[in-house]
């Protein structure tokens, strides 16, 4: 999707890979999807009559069962320091389930009743975690570690349609309205937009909404929702990349329903001998969890700085447009990459990290180390800056030399 580039803010986001699983985890329990083989004949429409089938979409209640598959290809200590690598103790925090989304492969069950009840359980293993959605309340519980999650979305802001924006109720789903806007937003002068073949998902027949940036330099070969021929709900979504093979996220129902589920779908009681975190104070608390995998970056000599500027603290620049965005990160590193590497006093958790990086590049701006994942790059050069995207490491290096 063509990222928003008006504020350094929001520009911060692509600093971090793991974003990608903030849009699967978004959208899975509304856009969650595997399609059968043989498409069904269906009506022809153009492009944008899908996009307006998906924007009048009513539909607000619905259940079933979805599977989320995620390869980003992150480097292992990488993948630990992005709470990809799942949380030890079994946090009941939604923050640091939802990161689990971020490798491999997760079983759903999920439930809606319009914006203020959701439900979504993991389905891995024998153990189960539930988020729970419902009205000014939000719960998280973890049957292994018996933990319960609990925030109060009381002072929840108000959108500008006037209407009550359940922040932590986002975790949970998005409406297909809101995917539409997303839709239209990407669907600019950097994207193609074009309908492909039909398909059926969850046994309901769908068209294929296909979306591909038009500049060069993206990892992104296309963008591919499936929507549901009948009601417009988008029943899959597939990221797929430029260079082929399996798909970067795939996120689809495997059942769907689109009857009202019971009201006790949406009913929790914490059980009398869970352990209970209120709000914030549960947040990141989990052993292994990605807060805790920060602070041990952090705590390593001459690397704290660039943790903190990875992590959008740093003065921030938006380069370019559309699929081929780089945010620029000034992290204020001291010392550069190549003295921590020769540096016999540096710590080895800190010589694992700059291994994990990748390739060694050079160009105009000097020399530096790239991170590669499937999705997103990032060069870290030798004088403390950061350039990262959904876009190739030669692109990546390009920037560089342009804006050293």
Wanted: glycine share 14%; charged share 25%; no cysteine.
């Amino acid at each position: 999707m063509a990222p928003n580039t008006k504020t350094s803010r929001k520009a911060a986001r692509y600093a971090v890979p793991v974003a990608v699983a903030g849009v699967a985890a978004a959208t899975v329990a509304m856009v969650p999807a595997f399609a059968n083989a043989g498409g069904p004949d269906l009506p022809k429409v153009t492009a944008q009559q899908l996009i307006e089938k998906v924007a009048a979409s009513d539909v607000q209640q619905l259940s079933g069962t979805a599977r989320i598959t995620t390869d980003l290809g992150l480097p292992k200590i990488a993948s630990g320091l992005l709470g990809g690598g799942g949380v030890a103790g079994g946090s009941a925090n939604p923050e640091d389930k939802v990161a689990q989304l971020a490798n491999g492969s997760h079983t759903l069950r999920v439930a809606a009743d319009g914006p203020d009840r959701q439900r979504l359980t993991f389905l891995d293993g024998k153990d189960e975690y539930s988020l729970i959605h419902n009205g000014d309340d939000v719960w998280g519980y973890d049957s292994k570690s018996n933990e319960v999650f609990h925030e109060k979305n009381a002072e929840a802001g108000q959108g500008k349609d006037g209407g009550k924006e359940h922040k932590t109720g986002d975790r949970l789903a998005a409406s297909p309205q809101k995917l539409a806007e997303e839709i239209l937003k990407s669907a600019g002068p950097t994207t193609d937009v074009s309908v492909g073949d039909t398909a059926q998902v969850a046994g309901r027949d769908a068209y294929q909404l296909v979306l591909k940036p038009k500049q060069s330099g993206s990892t992104v070969g296309s963008v591919q929702i499936a929507v549901d021929a009948k009601n417009g709900v988008p029943l899959r979504v597939q990221l797929l990349s430029a260079q082929g093979g399996k798909p970067i996220v795939d996120a689809g129902f495997t059942k769907v329903d689109f009857t009202k589920p019971a009201a006790d779908t949406f009913s929790f009681t914490a059980p009398k001998d869970a352990k209970v975190s209120e709000g914030v104070d549960g947040a990141g608390k989990g052993k292994g969890g990605a807060d805790e995998h920060r602070k041990a970056l952090e705590s390593i000599p001459g690397l704290g700085d660039l943790a903190g500027g990875a992590g959008g603290k740093g003065d921030v620049k938006v380069l370019g447009e559309g699929w081929s965005t780089i945010a620029r990160i000034d992290s204020g590193v001291n010392r550069s990459l190549k003295d921590l590497e020769n540096d016999k006093n540096t710590p080895k958790e800190a010589k694992q990290f700059l291994d994990s990086l990748g390739d060694k590049v050079t160009g105009k701006f000097g020399e530096g180390r790239v991170l590669s994942t499937r999705l997103v790059n990032a060069l870290i050069t030798d004088d403390g800056k950061v350039y990262v995207g959904a876009v190739t490491k030669d692109a990546l290096v390009k920037a560089a030399d342009a804006n050293k």
